[in-house]
């Protein structure tokens, strides 16, 4: 049971440039989530998916993309990178559906992403 | 929209020093909450947690958090601390009828030997 694995670990991109992170759960959890952290800033939510084929925005959502075509992987895409992207991106997944509230987020253990 | 506060952003102690960070959230509905650790270099795991019951919750590594829903607060606490807790503190909260969960900026905090 691997938990929540993200791949890669470390990116540098070039402005312009695009690429997408993976996210993988092995957790069968229904939601999943997307945030950045930068410094003095916390954590905030770029998108989050709620199950299977959903996706929904979060704080932050300019400039990323996601999809949810398997339950296992939640994918966070970047079409055109910029230098206000470079942070560590962390993702989540937690079993918890509305009714039960706030059940507990399993994170990764984040991606460095640097845009020059 | 809800938001959680954490105060002292960088907090500096010595071993053995009691340790009690602030957090003030902004929601009036029914709330849970969450404290999270970053150890550095790591991801995020969870301290400890509030659902209802007993406001004054335990979690792990001696650290435990009191839930005052008149004040908004939910603050942790640890009586003595190590040099291994030296890490950063994340609040956060989850409301009902908003299923994310909103993160406090964190604390810094350094345990020195």
């Known amino acids: 049971n691997a938990g929540v694995t993200q791949t890669p670990k470390f990116r540098v991109l070039k402005t312009g440039q695009s690429m997408t992170l993976l996210c993988a759960q092995d957790m069968n959890h229904e939601y999943m989530y997307w945030y950045r952290q930068d410094p003095g800033m916390g954590l905030r939510l770029i998108h989050y998916s709620v199950g299977e084929g959903t996706t929904a925005k979060g704080e932050v959502p300019d400039g990323y993309n996601v999809s949810r075509l398997k339950k296992q992987n939640f994918l966070l895409g970047l079409e055109s990178a910029a230098p206000s992207q470079t942070s560590v991106y962390f993702c989540?997944?937690?079993?918890?559906?509305?009714?039960?509230?706030?059940?507990?987020?399993?994170f990764g253990p984040g991606t460095r992403l640097l845009v020059l | 929209a809800q938001s959680v506060s954490q105060h002292n952003h960088h907090v500096i102690l010595s071993e053995a020093a009691s340790l009690e960070l602030g957090c003030n959230y902004s929601?009036?509905?029914?709330?849970?909450l969450f404290w999270y650790v970053q150890y550095p270099g790591q991801h995020l795991q969870l301290l400890l947690k509030y659902f209802s019951g007993d406001p004054l919750v335990k979690g792990i590594k001696g650290f435990e958090a009191e839930f005052i829903k008149s004040k908004f607060s939910f603050n942790l606490r640890k009586p003595s601390v190590q040099w291994s807790d030296t890490a950063e503190y994340f609040c956060a909260v989850i409301s009902r009828g908003n299923n994310r969960l909103a993160f406090g900026k964190g604390n810094q905090v350094v345990v020195i030997p």
């Open positions: 929601y009036g509905g029914t709330v849970n």
């Open positions: 989540a997944s937690s079993g918890g559906t509305v009714v039960r509230l706030g059940e507990t987020q399993y």
